[in-house]
């Protein structure tokens, strides 16, 4: 029994642990985020509390409820893996050389599986309003790109089904978050004292929201996009959701995920190259490896 708990405590310490956060972390993420898009669309106008359309204050629940999301997902795991909750960051980082390129695929194992779950979760929470929803909007699940996007992103009418303007969308976006995870997590520099990084790393995603979010959703998160959408591929939303098909874009399911992939390398070397010079010229410390709150 001493040498199986001590397997168990040496399994928790190391990947293991790291991985079990990571689930944890991405897991409150999307819980929390894909919850308030629910809110916005199904819930406050089936509850009978809403009786406008989807407006402004639609989109500030959930462009502030996915910055809290990203608050509380950080802080759940940040003491632990560092609270990555993002395949982005965690390849970034890995070509920052701060964090080890064997954990990267785990990592985003963990990251893909947290999203996965939390999205079933919400959508046992609030299969009554979608259903309610598309009944009274006289559509099937298959074709109801309004309760799909409560789970994953899709490009804006007026891109006219190019890929290129989402992919640029998702590129620039990301590439903001990482430039900004590194400045706010950069001791060296001005970083946040007194634990507040998690909180300025989520409101950072909210003003990614109210300034690119409309072009594509601003998935910024490889997990977040994919673990949800391929959710709602199994339970009835067809090809929406995989390969991403609808009335003005097809075959997107890729973008949200290949996009923020190369924004979230180009933001941290732009930090590594304009600023990280600087701070080692004025013989400032390098950055603790793997930890982004």
């Not at 893996?81 to 194992?109: C, D, E, Q, T």
């Not at 290129?164 to 969308?169: A, C, M, Q």
């Amino acid at each position: 029994m001493a040498e199986s708990g001590q397997g168990r405590r040496g399994y928790r310490a190391g990947l293991g642990g790291e991985m079990l956060a990571e689930f944890l972390g991405t897991f409150v993420l999307i819980l929390l985020g894909c919850a308030s898009v629910a809110v916005a669309v199904a819930g406050l106008p089936g509850s009978g509390r809403q009786t406008d359309s989807f407006g402004p204050a639609n989109w500030l629940i959930i462009a502030f409820g996915w910055g809290f999301a990203v608050v509380f997902g950080v802080y759940t795991a940040g003491g632990v893996s560092g609270a990555h909750i993002n395949p982005a960051v965690s390849l970034a980082l890995a070509v920052r050389r701060v964090f080890p390129w064997r954990k990267v695929v785990p990592y985003w194992i963990a990251q893909l599986v947290g999203a996965f779950v939390a999205a079933a979760l919400v959508y046992a929470v609030y299969s009554w309003a979608i259903d309610a929803f598309n009944t009274k909007a006289g559509t099937p699940r298959s074709e109801s790109l309004d309760t799909f996007a409560i789970f994953a992103t899709f490009p804006a009418e007026y891109f006219g089904g190019s890929w290129w303007g989402p992919l640029l969308d998702q590129i620039v976006g990301t590439a903001v978050l990482l430039l900004l995870i590194c400045a706010l997590t950069d001791k060296r520099n001005s970083a946040p004292a007194a634990n507040m990084g998690p909180y300025l790393i989520g409101m950072v995603v909210t003003v990614i929201g109210l300034t690119f979010g409309p072009n594509a959703g601003y998935a910024i998160n490889p997990a977040r996009d994919f673990g949800p959408r391929l959710w709602t591929f199994l339970t009835g939303w067809g090809d929406i959701a995989l390969p991403g098909t609808y009335e003005w874009f097809s075959g997107y399911f890729w973008i949200p995920i290949i996009g923020p992939l190369i924004g979230g390398v180009i933001g941290a070397l732009v930090y590594d190259l304009l600023i990280s010079p600087v701070l080692t010229a004025r013989g400032e410390e390098e950055p603790e490896a793997g930890r982004v709150p």
